[in-house]
């Protein structure tokens, strides 16, 4: 397990500092805000505390509010909305500075049988191990250009593999430029055995690529392009259980953007082709 990997363990790991009362800290780098799929793990986090370990999550719905200030820690407010008979509902604000930065509602569910099918296919691309990592891709990218050098050095938590171009080519080239993406992930480590950690880490992983979709069609790209954004809203469906230090291949998609918004949607499948996560996100997207 890689430093970065412990480090986010770490950070997931909040410190509860009174009833359905929780506190969570950031990285200590030197950026401007939190990174959004961070919040929505904490914030997914504190409510799986204040749930029964027989109801597994299956949905949330969440909004970004304000930028968070990665220099002081979040506070997560966990409200206790419903408990069920078979449903358990939670609703998470997260707090910095006197304001709400995030707010989180999430449902969980108890293991019931019931009717099943899948309609999605996952799409046909090549093995992640046929692929380079991330570190390699960019260089080929962006070269020795020094200003990337200390970026691309550092060590992340997650392997993500690219199957489609990344948002720099497509700035470069405008014959790579369409509406879909397509990555490979995993976290490369043996994780415990525990279904709210792995769904923590989908969340996590969830935001790293889904908006990059959006610039791709029109290439555009962070660093490249005067261009500005910030996620809105994160919509999550967990449909079974998936391990997230498997690969797991997550499909998206942008069906649209205009007024300064961007849509898109993404499908997480098992290395098997099992559809476990579909996931839901529009952002600001800004072209000064």
Request: a negative charge; hydrophobic letters at 45%.
């Amino acid at each position: 397990m890689n430093e970065a990997l412990k480090e986010l363990l770490d950070l997931l790991d909040l410190e509860q500092i009174e009833l359905d009362i929780f506190r969570g800290r950031s990285p200590e780098e030197r950026i401007q805000r939190v990174f959004g799929g961070q919040v929505a793990a904490q914030a997914l986090v504190a409510a799986g505390r204040t749930v029964s370990s027989d109801r597994y999550v299956h949905s949330l719905h969440a909004y970004f509010i304000r930028p968070g200030d990665p220099s002081i820690p979040i506070v997560y407010n966990v409200e206790r909305v419903r408990d069920g008979r078979s449903f358990t509902t939670r609703r998470v604000v997260a707090v910095q500075h006197g304001k709400a930065i995030f707010t989180m509602s999430a449902s969980f569910h108890i293991l019931e049988s019931g009717v099943e099918h899948q309609a999605s296919a996952m799409p046909e691309v090549p093995a992640p191990e046929e692929l380079p990592m991330f570190r390699e891709r960019m260089r080929e990218v962006l070269g020795e250009d020094p200003s990337w050098r200390d970026w691309l050095s550092k060590p992340r938590p997650v392997d993500i593999r690219y199957v489609t171009p990344l948002t720099w080519e497509a700035h470069r080239d405008p014959e790579l430029r369409g509406a879909e993406t397509n990555v490979w992930f995993r976290y490369d480590a043996d994780l415990p055995d525990d279904p709210l950690l792995h769904v923590v880490l989908a969340a996590y992983a969830s935001d790293f690529t889904l908006v990059d979709t959006v610039l791709l069609t029109h290439g555009l790209a962070w660093g490249a392009s005067n261009v500005a954004g910030a996620s809105l809203d994160h919509a999550m469906w967990f449909h079974r259980p998936l391990r997230a230090d498997d690969w797991v291949l997550y499909a998206q998609e942008s069906p649209w953007s205009g007024s300064a918004r961007g849509l898109a949607r993404g499908q997480m499948f098992t290395r098997s082709g099992e559809l476990a996560v579909s996931v839901v996100q529009e952002a600001m997207i800004r072209v000064l």
